[in-house]
C-alpha cells in the first residue's frame, strides 16, 4: 500500500482478487513512505535559542515574518527535517519526493520555496549553528507553490512536494541511514513569502531491490555436473541443459534468468530472458551444439525481476562455469528412478515427491560394454569412494535417503576397464518434506485419567500399572512410570518399521537403573521391531531396529552416542 497524508492506494480487486490469485500478491516496484522522526525551526530573531521540535507546536513558519501576526522585528525563519533512509540501501531508486504540507501561504501566489540537504540536526541546533559554511550540503530543489491562502479563492492547506531521487539515490549507494532536508525561502526579505508548514513531512520513495546474485552453487549441467573453475573444467560429450536454481528476488518478485556462453570474454551464445516464475524456482535451458568444441568455455547467469537486472554469477569473486565440450569423451550413464522422477523446471507444475526420511532408489546404466563400474555423488561430483561394480554396463541401484526437503540431485559417470571416465550426469529431483508424524502424546493430561490423549491423528494410548498422569513436568504436567509394572499401550503400530522412521521422547530418569529402561517399543508379528530404552550395559540411551521380522532374525540396527556416560538421573 502507497499512503500520503491524504489518500491511500490498495491493490484493485479486479487485478488481484480473482479466483486463479495466488497469494502473497506482490507488486513491483515497491513503495515505502518514512516520517520525519525530528525537525526543528531556527528564527533569526532568537539566533541562538533552540526551536526544537518546533516546541510542540504542529506547524510553523518559515521566510520573513516581519508584518504578520506574533513576528518579532526583522525575524527569518528556517525549517528542518530528518527522516530515515536505511530502507533504502542498496536498492535502485525509481522515484522520490519529499512531502510537506503547507499550511499557511500569505498570498494566493506562488512562491519559490528552496529544499536542501544540509548536515545533521539536534536539539541545540539554531540559527547561528545552521549559519555555519558548509551546513547546507546542497540545493536539492526549487518549487513555487501555495496553500492555505486566508483570502477568499484561494487554496485550501495541501501538499509540497519536492523531486529528490537523485539524492535518495546516492544515499542508497552510500548506504546513508539518515537524511537531513532543510527548507527555506527563495526570498527572504519580503514578508509575501511567508509561510507557515506541519511538522509531518515525509519521503514518498518507489524503489525496487535488484534479485540477488545467483551463486555458484545454484548452477549445475546436466552434463558436466557442478559449476566449476576454470582449473577444473569438465569434458562434456552431450549438450544438454544448464540450471540455475532457487533464483530468488529480496521483494520476493517474479524473477526470469538470462543465460550467457562465452569463449573468454567474447559471448558465443545468449539465451535471452526465460519466462517469469515465482521467486525461489528452478530454470533450464538447453545448449546449443554449434557452440565451439575443444577449447574451454564458460557459463554465468543472472536473473531479471522485471525493473532491475541482478548481477552476473560471475561477478566479483565467484567465478564462471566452465566446461570443454569434446565429443570423443565416453557417454554419460543414463540415471533413472521411480520414486523420485527427474525435475523438469520447465513444467510449471513440476511435482514435488515424497520425501524426507523415504529411501529412493536410482539406477545407473550404460550401453557401453566396456563399463565396469560406476561412479556417483549425492548432491555433489562423483567421489572417488562411492562406486559401484557392474558388468557390461548393466544397471545397478543405488539407494539414497534425503534429509531435508528442496531440490536435490545426483549425478554419477561410467568407468571402462581401461579406467576411461565418462562426462557426468546430473539428475535433478524434488523432495517434499515427508509423512507428518504418525502419532504424538504431549502425556500432560490432568491426574486419574484411564489414558493419554494423542494427537496426529487422534489416538489414544491405555495407562496399566503404576502409570501417574498429571505430574510436574518438563512443561506443564507429565507422566510418571513407576520402573515396573507402568506401561502404555496403542490399539495400532506406529509406524512402518519396513520404511525409515524416527521416534522420540522426553525423559527425565530417577536414577540410574540397573537394567534397561524401555521408553518405546514397537512389536511386530514375531519379536519386537524397534525399541528406544536406556541400557544399563551400554551406559546410553540407545534406539535398535531389527532388519527383518521373523523369530530367528539376530541382526539389528543400533543408534547410540559413540561413547557411553553423560545420562544424569534429575535431569
Known sequence: MRETRNSSFFPMRKCCGGEGTRYPVFIDPQ???????AWTMVSRYWAGTPQWMFNGRSDEGLGYCVGWAGCNPNEVKRLFYRIDTSRFAGTRVMSAEFVVRNTHSAQCTDHPVELWRTKAIGASTTWN????????????????????GGQSGCRPAGDAEFDVRAAIQRAADAKTSTLTFGLRASNETSNLHWKRFSKDAHLRVRYNRPPRQIAMSQLTMEYGGTCKSSASAPHVRTMGKIHANNVTDPDGDTVRVQFQVRNGSTVVW???????????SAFNVTLPTSLPKNTVLNWQARAYDGAHYGPWSAAGTPTAC???YNTMIPAAPAIDSGHYPESDPSDPEDPWWDGVGQYGDFTLASSDGDVNRFRYGINTDPLPGNQIATTNGAARLVKVLPEKPGLHFITAQAIDRAG?????RTYQYRVASGQPERAVWELDDGPGVGEAVGSAPLRPASLHGGATPGVVGKNGTGLHLNGTDAHLTTDFSMVDARR???????????????????????????????????SAGLNRWVFNHRTTDDAGTTRIIRAMAPQPGGVEPGV
Open 322 to 324: 566452465y566446461f570443454v
Open 31 to 37: 513503495w515505502h513512505s518514512p516520517r520525519a522522526s
Open 129 to 148: 549553528t545552521q549559519s555555519a559554511s558548509g551546513f547546507w550540503v546542497e540545493r536539492l530543489r526549487t518549487e513555487s507553490f501555495h496553500y492555505g
Open 270 to 280: 545468449d539465451s535471452g530472458l526465460t519466462t517469469a516464475k515465482k521467486s525461489g
Open 500 to 534: 525409515g522412521h524416527s521416534v522420540s521422547a522426553w525423559v527425565k530418569l530417577d536414577r540410574l537403573p540397573d537394567e534397561a529402561a524401555i521408553i518405546i517399543s514397537q512389536r511386530g508379528s514375531q519379536r519386537p521391531d524397534l525399541g528406544l530404552y536406556y
Open 420 to 424: 576411461n571416465a565418462s562426462e557426468v
